[in-house]
């Protein structure tokens, strides 16, 4: 159900940095930038209340350096409890793609992030956590 106030009023460089991000992103209208700001806060302050939420990790890095895929595993194994999947991808000939589905806490996914995220060798990695 969508329900439309009218009435919301922004200072001048304010709205000139709203329309920036909806120029930047891709956004069709202020609105849906609006919403998409409100939503991310919404999941950020159930990220900090530590309720459970879902995710992924990704990661980027050689395929070449054989000890950051041991110590991948041996981490994800570690926390096998809240690892739905674990998928990996070869990107090119030197470079893969790793995606590590997940549930849980938002502490653990962050905990867990933060460790494979760390492995010497990482390229690239993030966590993108949502409500559940």
Request: aromatic share 6%.
């Amino acid at each position: 159900m969508s329900v439309s106030r009218f009435g919301v009023s922004l200072e001048e460089e304010l709205l000139k940095s709203l329309d920036a991000y909806v120029q930047n992103n891709g956004f069709a209208n202020r609105s849906q930038a609006i919403r998409y700001l409100i939503e991310k806060y919404t999941v950020e302050q159930k990220w900090q209340c530590d309720n459970v939420v879902a995710g992924a990790i990704t990661l980027v890095y050689d395929h070449s350096k054989k000890d950051i895929r041991i110590k991948s595993t041996d981490i994800q194994i570690e926390y096998q409890d809240v690892i739905l999947s674990s998928q990996h991808y070869h990107l090119n000939e030197t470079n893969c793609l790793e995606i590590v589905a997940v549930k849980g806490t938002s502490h653990k996914l962050t905990e867990l992030s933060d460790k494979l995220i760390g492995i010497k060798g990482i390229q690239h990695g993030k966590l993108i956590m949502s409500k559940v």
